[in-house]
């Protein structure tokens, strides 16, 4: 199963490109970004080459790799990404999550999870699906749980040396957890 383009009424999820290099890195240059991220992006060349490497991964088949077009502000605002793809268990994660803060606290989060995660249960048919983030970003671990995945415990040392909180989605917590997410993306409200 291959994976596509994900449109939205507020974004649009698109596979990443080179081309999109330039406009992702104009839109990640606050460091509040990085702050909880493995890494930090400081220059053109090295978004680049975050870039190239995620499409490699791409093609290998372990990630899908998004640029997030926020189609009310007609401009790329963040990327997202499938990662950990295990076809045979039907299972990956959601994850390498990033916005550039002025669409934080808006619908933009909410909807690009739903899109990936209505494809992940309705057309790709997984079991389940995980977000994990640092056990230090609250703000992160605040909008997993509004999602409504299951925490399911800390992993200790996980990558590079952090303590990470695992999230889960099964297929039996689909249908819930979609209601939730439609009832969200009604009622959310947006930053004027």
């Known amino acids: 199963m291959s994976f596509t383009s994900l449109l939205g009424e507020r974004v649009s999820l698109f596979p990443l490109k080179i081309e999109h290099s330039e406009a992702l890195y104009l839109c990640s240059r606050s460091e509040e970004i990085w702050q909880y991220l493995p890494i930090q992006i400081k220059t053109k060349k090295e978004m680049v080459d975050f870039i190239q490497a995620a499409i490699t991964r791409r093609e290998q088949g372990d990630e899908f790799p998004y640029a997030v077009y926020d189609n009310k502000l007609n401009k790329i605002i963040g990327m997202t990404r499938y990662l950990r793809i295990a076809s045979m268990h039907k ?10 803060p002025e669409v934080w606290k808006t619908r933009v989060n909410t909807e690009s999870k739903y899109l990936l995660l209505q494809y992940a249960f309705e ?4 079991v389940r699906v995980e977000i994990i983030t640092t056990v230090s970003h609250y703000r992160s671990q605040k909008a997993i749980e509004r999602l409504g995945a299951n925490k399911e415990g800390i992993l200790r040392k996980k990558y590079n040396g952090q303590d990470y909180a695992v999230y889960s989605i099964i297929d039996e917590d689909w249908p819930n957890v979609k209601r ?3 009832t969200l993306l009604t009622n959310t409200y947006e930053k004027s």
């Open 91 to 100: 299972s990956l994660n959601i994850g390498w999550t990033w916005y550039s």
């Open 123 to 126: 057309v790709w048919e997984a």
């Open 180 to 182: 939730n997410l439609e």
